[in-house]
């Protein structure tokens, strides 16, 4: 079964750091890659994504991932933190092959403290 | 475009009662999804529509659910009777072609008391 793992349910970092939130997958099959933001009360807002060409992905808000095939992961940077960074980050994963159906991971909430 | 719309917001409503949360999915897109958001199990997919006729409902917790889309631009998810347990965030979410992701609405927070 495709599955995505996000390690770390809670992330702290201070302002201006480097945030790194980790994702990996199971697929057997070249996968579609994403990187969603929840701030609170809200619904959940598309970052970035993986379909096909080049791996290192650039999102919204200074925000990028690396697709590495080699080791089934998808990780979210982003060089120097900001306060209004801090949300639930979501990795999900759509298996070429199906219906399209999303999979996601249990989410990674971020704290940025000064 | 407005993005996707549901509605209402909030629900507050009693044990037993029936439930009827709304969404309106962004114009063309051919897929709509609605999910559950709860702190114990996270974000559970409960039904995927594709051009109006539901695909996967695998995920419909109990025949209390029920979700209907009776034209592109309209979907409901009807809950009968409510339970405490339902208590969640209910997200609906619409797409073009899946490998682009979807799109999210704001949700519906239902407490059930």
């Known amino acids: 079964a495709q599955s995505v793992t996000q390690l770390g349910s809670h992330v702290s970092v201070s302002e201006g750091a480097l945030v790194l939130l980790r994702c990996n997958y199971s697929?057997?099959?070249?996968?579609?890659l994403f990187w969603y933001v929840q701030y609170p009360n809200q619904g959940l807002q598309l970052l970035l994504k993986?379909?096909?060409?080049?791996?290192l992905v650039k999102g919204i808000n200074g925000f990028e991932a690396e697709f590495k095939k080699s080791e089934t992961s998808f990780h979210l940077t982003k060089p120097s933190a900001h306060m209004s960074d801090a949300a639930e980050y979501f990795c999900?994963?759509?298996?070429?092959?199906?219906?399209?159906?999303?999979?996601f991971g249990a989410g990674t909430r971020l704290a940025v403290h000064p | 475009d407005a993005g996707v719309i549901q509605s209402p917001r909030h629900e507050v409503t009693e044990m037993g009662q029936e439930v009827t949360l709304r969404c309106k999915p962004i114009?063309?897109?051919?897929?709509l999804f609605w999910y559950r958001q709860t702190m114990m199990r996270g974000l559970e997919l409960l039904i995927y529509?594709?051009?109006?006729?539901?695909?996967?409902d695998s995920g419909m917790p109990e025949d209390r659910f029920s979700a209907k889309m009776p034209n592109a631009s309209f979907s409901t998810l009807k809950i009968q009777p409510s339970e405490p347990r339902d208590s969640a965030v209910y997200f609906c979410?619409?797409?073009?072609?899946?490998?682009?992701?979807?799109?999210f609405g704001s949700g519906t927070r239902l407490t059930v008391v």
């Open positions: 979410a619409s797409s073009l072609a899946g490998t682009d992701g979807y799109t």
């Open positions: 697929s057997s099959v070249p996968p579609y």
């Open positions: 993986y379909t096909t060409g080049a791996t």
């Open positions: 999900a994963v759509i298996i070429s092959g199906g219906y399209n159906k999303l999979i």
């Open positions: 114009s063309g897109h051919n897929s």
């Open positions: 529509f594709n051009n109006n006729v539901p695909i996967d």
